[in-house]
């Protein structure tokens, strides 16, 4: 394991920010923390990358104690935080040269690894200016390889495409996905359902400081009903048909159109047509919709993710 | 890499920052000169004529500027306090900290950079200011050696205070707090002390206060440096004063830097 938590708890005053955090994070994949504002999400990554110490429990990065030896996870880990970590006053350039200077590069490599991460993160015509003029977008890439200037097995996240728009949001996650590629543990927090299922092996869902769930997105999607097949019909005659017929069933008869339970899979949509087929029902379509995180964001928690709208 | 070396390496990376921050930033660089020249010409010119009169013999059978010209030089060190304190606080505000915060570089290379940086750019400013009191009358009455003790002095008491400043932009929380606590340095012990009339002119409270604060001795071992007037004990108290400060200085700073930084 890369990361493990044991009961990690924090508090600042008396507000208990994580209340018992068991992680583990095995090597080489995508770990998401999901959870809306306030989860607990960013105090995970500040103790974890021991900008921060915790009031309890025992956490290991990269084989150290956070507390005990945190010069030995800091040579291990790169951080990129919510909050852009750049020298504004310095040039996109400069920026990375600082950062192999910290790293102990020589003059040549610093060099070499700077103008390299510019070209990969498309910043080669930016290199001369200072941050001030940078997009959203361009700031988190300059961020990111900032990071990658040391070479890091292990990368934390926190929230790295919230107020990105949608082209530099896929353009960070193809980042990410390449970065997984070469053998780089991860772990990112995000309030995206959308991206968590997108790229992370195991999601987390945080929620007040403790986990309510945890595994693939597939094993949490089975967690909470909700998958049904959608037959849109054209006349109220069909539907009135293919209603009798299905029998237990939601009914929509603005929209012309019928949900039938499901569990998912292709056998149950083919059981639905067979029954449709003998009366000789005309579908005009059918899709056939699986829970999205969303439900079980909302199952799990209790209430809705309320974030989701406005960080759009 | 031993640890040592490696403080030194880190610092030296940090102090390059610093000089590229002084350069991108130099409006903020050239208005910690402004305060002494103001006040060398304020004082000098506008006042110069009726405290110069008010000293009378005591001041040294010089002119008024041969008095003061040490003090300006200690109000060049407060500015750069203010200058120092300012440009950390606002430098702590920016997500890098936190990111330096979480590389395996030497903690102490952050604050130990900005303070050679700064020592260095208020040692520049002085030199300048020096300058401008010499074109405007200043007259030392001095050997070399006396001007490379009295500089040795400006240098040691520019370190104790820059590390005063860092410990006021590190717990200042804004710049404008930053600054607020710079002027106990810039105008409340300079003005309080003998940098501008002597103590013995004052009321009883203040005159005890200006004989126990660090900034008399300071500028009455300056003035028998350049101008050979009578040192005494000053020159103990002066660099009792300086180290004292540092250490205060540097080990609060530390400590407040060492703490978790708040969310």
Redesign the interface.
């Known amino acids: 394991m890369m990361i493990e938590t044991r009961g990690l708890r924090k508090a600042f005053g008396d507000h208990v920010v994580l209340d018992g955090l068991d992680l583990n994070v095995a090597e080489g994949t995508i770990f998401a923390l999901l959870g809306p504002n306030g989860a607990g999400k960013t105090t995970t990554v500040q103790i974890l990358s021991t900008l921060i110490g915790a009031d309890g429990g025992e956490v290991r990065v990269a084989g150290h104690d956070v507390a005990r030896e945190p010069d030995a996870v800091r040579a291990a880990i790169g951080v990129t935080g919510q909050f852009s970590a750049v020298d504004n006053l310095l040039t996109g350039e400069e920026n990375l040269l600082l950062m192999a200077d910290l790293h102990h590069l020589g003059r040549s490599e610093g060099r070499w690894r700077a103008a390299t991460l510019l070209d990969r993160f498309d910043l080669v015509d930016a290199a001369k200016n200072t941050p001030a003029i940078y997009s959203g977008g361009m700031r988190r890439r300059l961020d990111l390889a900032m990071t990658l200037v040391g070479d890091p097995r292990i990368i934390f996240l926190d929230e790295p495409t919230t107020g990105l728009d949608p082209r530099s949001r896929h353009t960070m996650w193809q980042i990410i996905r390449d970065l997984v590629a070469g053998g780089v543990t991860i772990l990112l927090t995000t309030q995206y359902l959308e991206e968590a299922d997108l790229l992370a092996d195991r999601v987390a869902v945080l929620d007040q400081g403790k986990l309510v769930a945890e595994g693939t997105s597939n094993e949490l999607k089975r967690l909470v009903p909700g998958g049904h097949i959608r037959l849109q019909f054209t006349d109220a005659r069909g539907l009135e048909a293919a209603a009798r017929t299905l029998g237990e069933v939601m009914r929509d008869d603005n929209e012309l159109t019928l949900q039938v339970p499901t569990d998912g899979n292709v056998r149950s949509l083919q059981t639905v047509l067979d029954q449709l087929d003998p009366e000789a029902i005309a579908v005009d379509g059918v899709s056939l919709h699986t829970p999205d995180l969303d439900d079980v964001f909302f199952a799990l928690t209790g209430h809705p993710d309320t974030q989701k709208g406005n960080a759009r | ?1 031993t640890n040592l070396s490696l403080t030194l ?2 610092s030296a ?1 940090m102090l ?2 610093d000089f ?2 002084s350069r ?2 130099l409006k903020m660089t050239l208005s910690g000169l402004l305060t002494p020249v103001v006040m060398l010409f304020l004082f000098n010119d506008v006042f110069g004529g009726t405290l110069g009169a008010g000293l009378g013999g005591v001041a040294h059978g010089g002119a008024y500027i041969n008095y003061i010209a040490p003090a300006i030089i200690l109000v060049t060190v407060g500015s750069g306090v203010a200058t120092t304190a300012i440009n950390l606080c606002m430098d702590m505000s ?3 900290i ?8 030497s903690r102490a290379s952050v604050l130990t950079g900005q303070v050679i940086g700064s020592l260095i750019r208020t040692l520049i400013s002085i030199i300048f200011v020096i300058g401008v009191a010499l074109l405007v009358g200043f007259r030392p009455t001095t050997s070399l050696v006396a001007w490379i003790a009295a500089l040795g002095v400006i240098a040691l008491f520019t370190f104790a205070l820059t590390w005063m400043g860092v410990v006021f932009g590190l717990v200042g929380k804004t710049p404008a707090g930053a600054n607020s606590l710079s002027l106990i340095f810039q105008l409340i012990l300079p003005f309080t002390s003998s940098a501008f009339v002597r103590p013995d002119s004052m009321p009883v409270g203040i005159r005890w206060f200006a004989e126990y604060q660090p900034f008399t001795p300071v500028i009455d071992t300056l003035r028998g440096l350049l101008l050979g007037t009578p040192i005494g004990n000053s020159a103990v108290l002066a660099v009792t004063w300086c180290v004292g400060l540092t250490l205060v200085g540097y080990l609060w700073a530390r400590a407040v830097y060492n703490r ?2 708040v ?1």
Do not use: L, Q, S, V
């Open positions: 890499m390496r880190d990376t390059r920052r590229r921050h991108r930033n920016e997500g890098i936190n990111r330096f915060r979480t590389m395996a570089i978790d930084p969310r």
